[in-house]
């Protein structure tokens, strides 16, 4: 997901360490053919160690299905996930990388059909009435909308890749709620979060639909959100695009276990 530039005339850049912890997991998934899907949730933006080659679709070398992929004996890994994108442009752009011959999908998405940048926006720029009116407007759009474009697309996946494994992940709290912390008011963390729990709600609703499996990273991040002191994302930052996401420490320690934990159980299950 994007943030527009304007946020960066109300809050300086706010810098946040990408602690490098090995992670022992075992290579145990030979013979996967794994295909990472999504967002900037997914591509890696906020963690650093951009491919070149990757362009503004912001693909770390620190982002979880990097991660994953190295430290488990894959078949092919191909990683298409990128910032920005939608339920839309994963349907036009990233579906070539699946076949017939995918048996691990990951991803996220939903958020940006949202409007997560542009609640993001409001919310840093005025007051606590105005972003939970647009908190309330987006959180409508995800009731409402979101549902089918999120059917459509698990759809189209499950016809590219028939006999692939899908993990579904989901979007973590942005704030542990405090008594003092600088920045937005409670008020308005308060919104954003009840805004990701909708927003959640929703994408696990759509992939219990597809027969997807469901990956929630709220309880991986749980302690380690802004204002908790141990921040696994990134404030307002510079360039303005990594702000509100997991810094390399977020997806090595949160969307990494998630997903370890999701696709073992998915391919041990796969007939």
Not at 169 to 184: E, F
Not at 240 to 251: D, F, L, N, R, V
Request: proline content about 3%; aromatic content about 8%.
């Amino acid at each position: 997901m994007r943030l527009s530039r304007p946020c960066m005339a109300v809050f300086g850049a706010v810098t946040f360490a990408a602690g490098m912890i090995t992670w022992s997991g075992s290579a145990s998934a030979a013979g996967t053919n794994y295909v990472a899907l999504g967002d900037s949730y997914s591509s890696g933006t906020g963690a650093g160690d951009y491919d070149p080659a990757s362009g503004s679709c912001n693909r770390s070398a620190n982002a979880y299905p990097k991660l994953w992929a190295a430290a488990h004996a894959t078949s092919s890994f191909q990683f298409v996930a990128c910032s920005g994108a939608t339920t839309a442009t994963v349907a036009s752009g990233q579906l070539g990388a699946l076949s017939s011959a995918t048996t691990l999908v990951s991803m996220t998405v939903g958020g940006n059909d949202a409007g997560f940048s542009d609640v993001m926006e409001t919310c840093v720029l005025h007051s606590a009435s105005t972003c939970q009116s647009a908190v309330a407007s987006a959180e409508s759009f995800m009731r409402n909308t979101l549902p089918g474009r999120l059917d459509s697309l698990y759809g189209k996946i499950r016809a590219k890749a028939p006999g692939a494994r899908v993990v579904v992940l989901g979007y973590p709290h942005l704030y542990k709620i405090v008594s003092v912390c600088v920045g937005l008011s409670n008020a308005k963390r308060t919104a954003l979060n009840d805004a990701a729990d909708v927003l959640d709600g929703t994408v696990k609703a759509a992939a219990g639909r597809a027969g997807f499996t469901w990956s929630d990273v709220r309880d991986e991040f749980a302690g380690h959100e802004l204002c908790s002191g141990d921040d696994w994302l990134h404030a307002v930052t510079i360039p303005i695009g990594s702000s509100y996401h997991p810094t390399a420490k977020g997806h090595r320690l949160g969307y990494l276990p998630a997903l370890t934990g999701s696709a073992s159980a998915a391919l041990q299950n796969q007939t």
